[in-house]
């Protein structure tokens, strides 16, 4: 609980803090950060010359799996995965069995989290009862045991009157609406992005109006019933840009990317690779350029990796009958590293911002920061180091990746969590 | 002799000397139905497997005779009342048969992809006998053959393709086939029935039947899926073939010379009258006629055989 971090560069743009320093981490908060600080005995000092020393990075939108579906990830898995990958903290989606609508399963997945897990697991509630989309799960229940937000994530809320309500309901909670958004009738049966490359595969397509329409009706029900809605996955030009509008005109609407729809155009599904198969679909150039501007202006709040552990039985298997989904934890941070801050399409301040004060912010979590006080979550990073993406390797069950044999430079060095070291 | 390939799963694999040697290869195995005895030694001791997981006769049934009159052992599996009942994967059904060590297996699928998959985890040649709205390689090329042999070449034709490109793995592996020979497609149909960014894969897009065969050599009317007015892309059969169907009248303004073509099997007074299906125009017979020696080419030449 008590560690000595010697001479990294403390990156902590919540504080506006990028300083070579030290930081003292006194029973699993920062006491002091400054230069030469000196250990008191028996604390144990890392030697992060060299390294980057940032706030703990926090993945707003992880599948868990657990419970009921073990075989895929477990809460003891998916939070090594994460520890491995750079998180201090992970937002666990409902789509579990049974679902978390209740406040016995969102007890459960806390109670293993508190034994098993590694990392710090915050729970999201179901919007509906068993994701039907019909009636409200008991929403106040859930907050009470330690919901940090609703979602129905990989189905969409086709009632809008149903989602108006949960809107409504929820706002004494703080706690955002978390939007699938997928038109299920635009995206009937399909199973990649609309376009040339959907034309020539003879794959069914879902054009970018499928999330587009859905955006634009979010927001407008963010409007009508003043609650936070927040954007899951955000893949589309056009829903970008009316995010974008709607911040400026002051609704209560954030958003998240995923690295996938970062660094991968619907190109990756001529391979026939499944492990470029998931929801939303990879989309076009245009899209990704979108996502990529708004990531850096802003208009985008945080990373999130959509991490969708499945076993290998599900995606080897006919492209539109394959599982929708891939693993992200072990991932995210190396190939953002390499691929958007090395060549400078993004910098270093933006990328920890959106993994880190960013969910942080919009979840009303502890952490984001590195300001005394704060809660010791903290990720090292080191710029230097060479890596190659082996899923033999990953700490995860699941090896569903599109990112196989990609290699690069920079990546998660330590992972913090309340002052403990638990990564590598 | 340019053939190197270990499976023939596309057209837009293909390069266009590719087509031409599997279409010469084709056009030598013709005589052979011509004999009394149709049979040749070339492929004994081969072993071709037929692995439908969608109802086909044609295209089977002319596999089938493909590889018998080649003397390969053919053998028939359809996914009803296989292990893929039980539950078994689709690639573990397909593994299960490699495993018995077949040179050839040709796979007709629901699911585009499918061909693609096997052929990454088989180590038998596969031949894609169509998958989903993805592509019919020898479909094609049977196509391409009849072409040729009517015409005298390929180069400098114009092809209209009408009717639902959109679910068509016909339309897409004609496209792909007919743009490598220097034929100029145009593809017709409502625009609900022609997918998106068509016109980037080379053809000319028309939304008038008239317009679009108005010049063409070749005519290749598309089967209508009866179920595509549950999707919304049609109102119903009998306006679609009011607009799409082509008929005696609709006939009289296209080329004296005009071939008409369908991929099979036809609807009736749907996309194509009965009159026009059996006109002197109609090469549609010619069509099942050059299938079966357009199979025979692609086994021989993926089989391994030495001498037709």
């Given amino acids: ?424 | 002799m340019t053939w190197k390939r270990k499976d023939l799963l596309s057209m837009q694999d293909l390069e266009a000397a590719e087509i031409t040697d599997v279409l010469d290869t084709a056009e030598s195995m013709k005589e052979i139905a011509t004999r009394e005895i149709k049979k040749v030694p070339t492929l004994r001791g081969k072993t071709v497997v037929n692995l439908f997981y969608e109802a086909s006769t044609r295209t089977r049934t002319s596999f089938e005779i493909a590889g018998k009159w080649l003397s390969a052992d053919v053998i028939n599996f359809s996914a009803s009342g296989s292990s893929s009942e039980k539950g078994e994967s689709f690639l573990d059904t397909a593994k299960n048969i490699d495993a018995m060590s077949p040179d050839v297996v040709v796979v007709r699928h629901t699911a585009s992809g499918a061909p693609a998959l096997l052929a990454r985890h088989l180590r038998c040649a596969v031949v894609n006998a169509g998958d989903g709205a993805h592509e019919h390689p020898t479909q094609a090329l049977l196509d391409l053959l009849t072409i040729r042999e009517k015409k005298g070449h390929l180069e400098g034709l114009n092809v209209a393709i009408v009717g639902d490109v959109t679910h068509s793995r016909v339309a897409r592996s004609n496209i792909y086939g007919m743009k490598k020979m220097g034929i100029t497609v145009t593809v017709a149909g409502p625009p609900t029935l022609i997918p998106p960014a068509c016109q980037e894969l080379g053809v000319k897009v028309s939304h008038r039947l008239e317009e679009a065969i108005a010049h063409a050599d070749v005519i290749m009317m598309l089967r209508l899926q009866h179920e595509r007015m549950k999707g919304g892309f049609i109102p119903s059969i009998r306006e679609y073939s009011r607009v799409w169907g082509l008929t005696v009248a609709r006939l009289e303004h296209c080329r004296p010379d005009v071939l008409i073509m369908h991929p099979g099997p036809v609807n009736r007074g749907v996309e194509l009258a009965p009159e026009v299906a059996d006109s002197q125009y109609s090469v549609i017979l010619d069509q099942v006629t050059n299938g079966v020696a357009v199979r025979m080419g692609v086994l021989f030449l993926l089989a391994g055989g030495k001498t037709a």
């Fill in chain 1, 1 to 424: 609980m008590n560690l000595l971090i010697k001479n990294g560069r403390v990156l902590d743009p919540a504080s506006g803090v990028d300083l070579i320093q030290d930081l003292l981490i006194a029973e699993g908060r920062i006491a002091r950060s400054g230069k030469g600080l000196n250990a008191p005995a028996g604390v144990r000092t890392v030697d992060a010359t060299g390294k980057v020393v940032c706030p703990g990075f926090i993945d707003m939108h992880t599948h868990l799996r657990e419970p009921g579906f073990e075989y895929k990830e477990t809460v003891a898995s998916g939070t090594r995965a994460a520890a491995a990958g750079g998180f201090t903290a992970v937002c666990c989606m409902a789509n579990t069995f049974p679902v978390n609508d209740n406040r016995a399963v969102t007890d459960y997945i806390l109670a293993k989290a508190r034994v098993e897990g590694v990392v710090r697991v915050y729970p999201i509630g179901a919007v509906t009862r068993n994701l039907e989309g019909t009636q409200l799960a008991e929403l106040a229940e859930q907050a009470e045991a330690g919901c940090v937000a609703f979602s129905d994530d990989g189905r969409c809320v086709m009632n809008a009157e149903l989602y108006r309500r949960a809107m409504e309901y929820a706002l004494p909670f703080g706690t955002p609406i978390i939007s699938h958004a997928e038109d299920d009738d635009l995206a009937r049966h399909s199973a990649m992005n609309e376009g040339l490359v959907s034309t020539e595969l003879g794959l069914r397509g879902q054009p970018a109006a499928a999330e587009d329409v859905m955006v634009a009706r979010d927001i407008v029900l963010a409007e009508l019933t003043g609650a936070h809605v927040h954007i899951a996955h955000v893949s589309t030009s056009g829903a970008v840009r009316m995010i974008r509008d709607a911040k400026a005109r002051g609704i209560r609407v954030t958003t998240e990317v995923t690295p996938h729809h970062l660094l991968l155009t619907d190109e990756a599904v001529r391979s026939w690779d499944p492990n470029t198969k998931m929801a939303p679909p990879l989309r076009g150039k245009r899209d990704v350029e979108a996502v990529l501007e708004a990531l850096a202006d802003g208009t985008i709040d945080c990373i999130a990796t959509d991490h969708a552990p499945h076993a290998l039985s599900e995606k080897e298997d006919e492209f539109a009958d394959a599982a929708n989904g891939i693993v992200g934890l072990e991932t995210a941070v190396s190939v953002l590293l390499d691929r958007l801050v090395r060549p400078g399409v993004i910098d270093l301040q933006t990328l920890v911002t959106r993994l880190s004060s960013g969910p942080a912010r919009l979840l009303n979590l502890p952490g984001g920061s590195l300001a005394p006080g704060a809660a010791a979550d903290i990720t090292i990073l080191d710029l230097a180091e060479a890596w190659t993406v082996d899923p033999a390797r990953f700490r995860s069950r699941a090896r569903n990746t599109p990112f196989a044999g990609w290699t690069g430079t920079g990546r998660p060095w330590m992972t913090i969590v309340g002052g403990v070291p638990v990564a590598p």
